[in-house]
């Protein structure tokens, strides 16, 4: 997943895009997007286990 950020200037002052391939999210400050982007980070790096298969109990 690509992830980008950039400013957006609006006639009311600059906004904050983050891009997530073709999805966009809109921040107040660049403060608040780079902690999105943190948080996406962390969560994209967590460990990820697979479900595993319930046995059918035999009897």
Request: glycine share 6%; no cysteine.
């Amino acid at each position: 997943m690509n992830v980008l950020l950039s400013e957006s200037k609006q006639a009311r002052g600059s906004r904050w895009q983050v891009r997530m391939d073709q999805h966009v999210v809109s921040f107040r400050s660049e403060a608040e997007a780079r902690a999105f982007i943190a948080t996406l980070e962390a969560r994209l790096q967590a460990p990820h286990g697979l479900p595993q298969a319930q046995q059918a109990s035999a009897g």
